[in-house]
Each structure stands twice: as structure tokens, then as C-alpha cells.
């Protein structure tokens, strides 16, 4: 018996000491996330700067990637008659087809706006949802969350096809798209642009290693020369311009800390209105495995 408990004591006392150390290695991460979130949000950092990835030990480190909100989509944006276009064409490169798209953006729209009329019959208004037991849908005003687009009819059809459609959007910032930092696939969307001029113009912004995020970046020095690697013309890109951007006034931080076997994920957007930064969103985010920013 007495062997027995003495066993037992050690074993619960080395448990105990793993979590200890698991729980420091958590926290210490989380101030090393903190910590790039500090540098990164400092006026002359840039793009690229080597400040960005720094080893404070052996076993220590933080990375950041800086971006800004005008990269992606602004879904509140989109919802005018006059940019549906542009959901539409993203909704049909992801396997969507046509009618669903315009049905799905229909059914976003009818969410937003103010009035209980259906602007298609497969779009879904204040009666279609009551059918399904929601008295309090639609809200009738523009997403605060991307939490409330999964409440809308058909969200689920856009789940099922693009998992992670969410990193498509923001819904902060201008509602200008940033050319220097949106994807390929971002930009073809926006622009209406093939996806084969999109990819022309990431690889020639992001220089001769290819890789965003780096001091080999190149980017674009005028919207003229992004419309003309994207092949746009005339009034299209007459049309198209206004909604362009060199860069974005809306900044993204993504930072992970590394301690050990302990990683922590902080995403904090920064607006710059009136040129006085201020956070208006702090978040954690797992981090999976071991993949760098």
C-alpha cells in the first residue's frame, strides 16, 4: 500500500509539472505574439522588414505577416446592386453555378436590406424564415460578424464548397480593393480580370523570389500599371478604377509566438482614421502544426 501511494505521488506530481510548464509555455508564447504585434504596429516598420521574424532564443520566436483589410472583399460592400457582379463571379470560380450564385447573393441582399420583399423566388425573406422557426430573421442591416452570415438561408451551400471562404472578406475597412496585397483569386473576382493576368500581376508585384512578404517585393507604383497587367481597358477599367487601391488604410497584423512546443496566434486590424492609429479588433487564432507565416 505504502508503495503504492509513494507511486502515485509521483505521478500526479509529474503530471502536475507538465501542465505547469505547458501553461508557462502558453503564456510565454502569447507575450511573444504580443510582442510582434508591438513591432509590426510601429509607423517605419514595412513590408518585408526583418524585424518581422525574430529568434529571442534557441526556442523562442515570434513571426509576423502584415496586410491590410483592403486585401479581401468587403462583403457590405459588395451588397449594392451595382458590385453583386463582382460575389456573383467569385461565387461561380468555386464551382457555384450561375442561377445558385445569383440566388445566394440574392439571399444575402434580402438580409441586408431594409424591406420583407423577396428579390428572387429562391432568395429568402422574413416569411421564409419564419417558416423555418426564426421569428427574428433577417436582421435588415449590414453583417456585424461573419457569425451572422452562417445564419443566412443558402450559407451553407457557400460552406460546402469553400470552407474557408472567410478569408476571402472583411467586413472593415474602405471597400477598396488593395492590388498590392490581394490574392490572385481576389483580384480576377474584383476585376472581372482572367485569373492567368491575375497571377501576372501577384508575380510580378511580389519580385523575382515570388514570395509575398519579403524585401525582393515589388510593388505596384500606379493603378494604370495594375489595370494593364490585368488587362483591363477603356471603360471597364474606367469603371473598375475607383474601386482600386495601392494600398490599403486599414491594417492587419497576424503575429505567432513560438515557445517551445507552445505556439499562440494574435490578429489585431488597426484603422488609421484622422491618421491617429487605434485597434478595432484583438483576436487569438490556433496555430496547427508547424507551418510558418
Not at 488593395?178 to 501576372?200: F, K, Q, W
Not at 495594375?226 to 503575429?255: F, K, N, V, W, Y
Request: hydrophobic share 40%; with cysteine.
Amino acid at each position: 500500500m505504502l508503495s503504492f501511494l509513494v507511486i502515485l505521488t509521483v505521478s500526479v506530481s509529474h503530471q502536475h509539472g507538465e501542465m505547469q510548464q505547458a501553461r508557462y509555455g502558453m503564456i510565454r508564447a502569447r507575450q511573444l505574439a504580443e510582442m510582434g504585434i508591438a513591432v509590426a504596429a510601429h509607423p517605419v516598420i514595412k513590408v518585408g522588414d526583418p524585424l518581422l521574424r525574430r529568434s529571442v532564443s534557441g526556442v523562442e520566436r515570434f513571426e509576423v505577416v502584415l496586410g491590410t483589410e483592403e486585401s479581401r472583399l468587403n462583403l457590405n460592400a459588395l451588397l449594392t446592386e451595382q458590385h453583386l457582379p463582382v460575389l456573383e463571379r467569385l461565387l461561380q470560380s468555386w464551382g457555384i453555378s450561375a442561377a445558385d450564385a445569383q440566388g445566394i447573393t440574392a439571399t444575402l441582399m434580402d438580409w441586408t436590406d431594409a424591406d420583407d420583399l423577396k428579390r428572387r423566388p429562391d432568395s429568402a425573406e422574413k416569411l421564409d424564415y419564419e417558416h423555418l422557426g426564426f421569428s427574428d430573421r433577417p436582421f435588415n442591416r449590414k453583417f456585424s460578424s461573419f457569425d451572422e452570415v452562417d445564419l443566412v438561408a443558402r450559407a451553407d451551400e457557400i460552406q460546402s464548397v469553400k470552407p474557408d471562404w472567410r478569408s476571402f472578406f472583411t467586413l472593415r475597412g474602405t471597400g477598396q480593393l488593395d492590388v498590392n496585397m490581394a490574392s490572385a483569386e481576389v483580384l480576377a473576382a474584383a476585376t472581372g480580370a482572367s485569373l492567368a493576368n491575375a497571377n501576372l500581376l501577384v508575380q510580378q508585384r511580389n519580385g523575382l523570389d515570388g514570395l509575398q512578404q519579403t524585401e525582393d517585393d515589388q510593388p505596384l507604383k500606379s493603378l494604370n500599371e495594375a489595370l494593364s497587367l490585368l488587362g483591363i481597358t477603356g471603360q471597364q477599367g474606367a469603371d473598375i478604377l475607383p474601386l482600386l487601391t495601392l494600398q490599403g488604410a486599414t491594417l492587419r497584423i497576424e503575429s505567432i509566438g513560438t515557445a517551445g512546443d507552445s505556439r499562440c496566434g494574435i490578429a489585431v486590424i488597426m484603422s488609421k482614421n484622422g491618421g491617429t492609429p487605434h485597434i478595432t479588433e484583438w483576436r487569438e487564432f490556433p496555430v496547427k502544426g508547424a507551418q510558418r507565416l
